[in-house]
Every structure is written in structure tokens, then in C-alpha cells.
């Protein structure tokens, strides 16, 4: 299994609403990241954690609060946004790099949201 | 702060062979890495090159890496309509961070 799976694919949310974003891996990987991406530009890391601990975090918004429950999951809980939040959110796992080898990300397909 | 490059856009004809161009930044970048993506999709990991590398080939695709220019292509050979999308270069260059250039946006006509 090599997927990264999110759900839900597309969310509509108003700015008082809370939700959530959700994330899976089963390839063992340590390192977990979330990333935001508007359209036409690339990807910008947003949280990474690392052994189910926050390793980063990019100055992002208290409005968006990361969550790591296990080494497979992890969440993004979203409250109170704004329209200039939505955007394309991916999910990508990795080795955590003190396991060695190339690192590489594996992402998930996306959750489109869209804040109105 | 310092930017991975690519040129925006490419087409090229189907058959015919791409190669997208990246400059990256850190010279002390262990991996680079090149994805694709598809309209309304994630990024899907083509290929990486370890940076004491300087050529890594894999079916159609050969990536060629220049250290010393802190130079990164891509080449696609016989590229197909379905390799229409937009390619990013990346960079490793801590533990766990990565830098994305823009993307490339590669049109295939027929």
C-alpha cells in the first residue's frame, strides 16, 4: 500500500463553521506534513510532524490546529476561516530522515476547500 | 527568500522528446526530486536523484544533474498526451523541509 489517503475530496465551509481534514498512511512512514496550495502555485508546507510530534510549523494561522492521534492519522481542524483560505490542501507522508533514504514525499490526492 | 526556478511553460509535440529545466538552490541538497501533477490532483513522485549523482535513468524519463551549476532537467522521451501537467522540481535541504519551484506546465499536442 502506497497511498495517501484525505478526505473528504471537496469541503464548502462558511467562516463560522468548524471542520475537519483528514489524512491516512500505511507505509510506515514517521513523518507527516500538511501542505496548502492555491491554484497555479506550488505547494507551501504548512505542519510537519515527526514521530506524532509537531516539528513544524510555518507560522500558520491558529485557525488552522494540526493533529498527529497515531503514526497513520493525522488531522487538520479548521475554524473560523476566511475566503482567502480556500485553496487545495495536501496531505504527504515520508521516512522520517534520521531512517535514511531519499526522503521522498508521498502525497494525497487533496481536499479542495472552499470558505465562503 | 532563495528560489528554486523552472520555466513555466513547455509544449511540445507528441512523440517528440521534453525537457524541463530547474536551478535549485542549496548546494548542500542531498536529494532532488521531480513531481507531477494533474488537474484537480495531489503531486505524484516521477523520480529523485541522489546529488552524488549526476544521471539517473528510468524508462522514458532521464534526469540529469549538474552540481556544479546546482542544475536539475528532466527529459521525458516519446512524450504522450497523458504527460500533459505540471512538473515540479524540488529540493531536500533539512531534515525534513522541502522546496518546490513554480512548475512547469507541459502541453502535449497531437
Known amino acids: 500500500d502506497t497511498e495517501v489517503t484525505q478526505t473528504p475530496k471537496h469541503l464548502v465551509m462558511g467562516m463560522t463553521n468548524k471542520k475537519s481534514l483528514k489524512c491516512e498512511q500505511h507505509m510506515g512512514h514517521r513523518a507527516m506534513y500538511w501542505y496548502k496550495q492555491k491554484a497555479k502555485k506550488p505547494p507551501e508546507l504548512m505542519f510537519v510532524y515527526s514521530y506524532e510530534k509537531l516539528s513544524i510549523n510555518e507560522s500558520v494561522p491558529s485557525r488552522f490546529s494540526p493533529e498527529c492521534p497515531n503514526s497513520s492519522l493525522l488531522n487538520l481542524h479548521l475554524h473560523a476561516l476566511q475566503p482567502e483560505d480556500s485553496a487545495l490542501y495536501l496531505c504527504?507522508?515520508?521516512?522520517?530522515?534520521?531512517?535514511?533514504?531519499?526522503?521522498?514525499?508521498?502525497f494525497g490526492e487533496g481536499s479542495r476547500l472552499t470558505v465562503l | 527568500g532563495e528560489d528554486v526556478e523552472q520555466s513555466l511553460f513547455l509544449s511540445v509535440r507528441e512523440g517528440d522528446s521534453s525537457v524541463i529545466n530547474c536551478t535549485y538552490t542549496d548546494s548542500s541538497s542531498t536529494y532532488l526530486y521531480w513531481y507531477k501533477q494533474e488537474p484537480g490532483a495531489g503531486l505524484q513522485l516521477l523520480t529523485y536523484?541522489?546529488?552524488?549523482?549526476d544521471m539517473k535513468q528510468d524508462q522514458r524519463l532521464t534526469v540529469l544533474l549538474n552540481k556544479k551549476d546546482k542544475h536539475l532537467s528532466l527529459r521525458i522521451a516519446d512524450t504522450q498526451t497523458g504527460d500533459s501537467a505540471i512538473y515540479f522540481c524540488?529540493?531536500?535541504?533539512?531534515?525534513?523541509?522541502?522546496?518546490f519551484g513554480a512548475g512547469t506546465r507541459l502541453t502535449v499536442k497531437p
Open positions: 524540488a529540493e531536500r535541504y533539512n531534515n525534513n523541509d522541502m522546496r
Open positions: 504527504a507522508s515520508s521516512q522520517a530522515a534520521v531512517a535514511g533514504g531519499a526522503g521522498e514525499l508521498f
Open positions: 536523484i541522489f546529488s552524488n549523482m
